[in-house]
């Protein structure tokens, strides 16, 4: 529901609300007119504090979503950068597991042979 339609429902029964009131209100018409100034000023100040409200809403999801995004990335700054320094600490190791698991596939292919020469 978009702002302008939510207004106009609001002016709306609120006009329909003070003609049911005038139409069914066994008051005087000066005391009559008294209270539909009032209840003006209350619908008036009403919707004064529903805008007021909703800047200040506005305002806080413009905030959450800038500094979310901020903090997001950084956040994959700082992910991105651990998995380099841990790729660069690992790589390494892994050019010398490799280099064992190779040797050890040799061994295994040396000891085969000489089991099947033997038997």
């Known amino acids: 529901m978009g702002k302008k339609s939510l207004w106009v429902g609001l002016l709306a029964g609120g006009a329909i609300g003070s003609i049911a009131t005038l139409l069914t209100t066994p008051?005087?018409?000066?005391?009559?007119?008294q209270q539909i100034r009032q209840q003006a000023f209350e619908w008036?100040?009403?919707?004064?504090d529903s805008k007021t409200s909703f800047q200040e809403v506005t305002r806080g999801v413009k905030t959450l979503t800038t500094e979310s995004k901020q903090a997001l990335s950084q956040f994959v700054g700082e992910v991105r950068t651990s998995v380099e320094d841990w790729h660069e600490h690992t790589n390494p190791h892994m050019t010398n597991i490799e280099e064992e698991v190779e040797q050890i596939q040799r061994t295994l292919a040396q000891l085969e042979a000489s089991v099947s020469k033997k038997t």
């Not at 008051?27 to 007119?33: A, D, E, F, H, T």
């Not at 008036?44 to 004064?48: D, E, G």
């Open 44 to 48: 008036k100040a009403l919707l004064s």
């Open 27 to 33: 008051n005087s018409g000066k005391v009559l007119i």
